[in-house]
């Protein structure tokens, strides 16, 4: 089951295409103002289906303002067939075009397709559990306030939440964050997940579950 953004002016097609998706079990949510959509929103979506055409703020002007934050695909719903429309749309980082008039088949199987292909890891910003990630600055923050982890702390919890719900050992965490060849116990790891907790505990924040025997993980539906 995938979440996916769908921003048109037209509300048939909103309609439309939502009955058309929901019928592979995908969750829908719709959108007819294009201002309305903010970067922090679209990032809890695994694909954005944008209008090209619409008034106030186009297709084009809203994933140029979102793409720098947003690491989902992103498709255009199009009828500009013009060569200078899609490269300009690919240049600002679209993934594909389904040109109207399209069949639901189409769109099923395109939509299908490039959330099947989705294997990128979010590498801007994510926001999960109540932390947002800065992934260029190495920083989390929750709120409004930037959270004092260490570089391994923050790089724990990095780790954890990109693979929401996946259960690590102490061992295959000290390696995925420290490296094979790191001089060092991974029973320190304990201790770094000891300070984390302590230091989300003011924001009423809990996100890493431990899961006796085994190890961690960070909680799946602790995902947007």
């Known amino acids: 089951m995938s ?3 769908v921003v048109d002016d037209d509300f048939d097609m909103l309609s439309l295409v939502r009955a ?5 079990g995908h969750l ?3 959108e007819a103002d294009a201002t309305a959509v ?3 929103r679209c990032q809890q979506y695994d694909l954005l289906l944008l209008d090209v055409m619409m008034p106030g703020e186009d297709g084009f002007s809203l994933c140029r303002r979102i793409r720098a934050e947003v690491d989902c695909p992103i498709l255009f719903l199009t009828a500009k067939a013009e060569e200078a429309a899609l490269v300009e749309g690919f240049g600002l980082g679209a993934d594909d075009y389904i040109k109207k008039p399209f ?5 099923r199987a395109r939509v299908n397709a490039h959330l099947r292909r989705e294997v990128r890891q979010p ?6 559990g109540g932390v947002r990630f ?7 923050s929750a709120g409004e306030h930037a959270l004092p982890f260490t570089r391994g702390e923050y790089a724990i919890c990095e780790h954890l939440a990109l693979h929401a719900g996946q259960v690590f050992t102490k061992e295959q965490l000290y390696e995925a964050v420290f490296g094979f060849e790191a001089e060092g116990d991974p029973s320190a790891v304990a201790e770094h997940i000891k300070n984390i907790r302590a230091k989300l505990k003011a924001d009423a924040i809990s996100p890493i579950e431990t899961v006796w025997g085994v190890g961690y993980k960070w909680r799946k539906n602790s995902v947007l």
Do not use: F, Y
């Not at 069949?103 to 769109?107: F, I, K, M, N």
């Open 38 to 40: 903010q970067p922090a």
């Open 20 to 24: 058309a998706l929901e019928k592979d």
């Open 123 to 128: 590498t801007h910003t994510l926001s999960r």
């Open 103 to 107: 069949s639901l088949t189409e769109l």
């Open 3 to 5: 979440k996916v953004l």
């Open 28 to 30: 829908i949510d719709t």
């Open 134 to 140: 800065d992934m260029q600055a190495k920083v989390a």
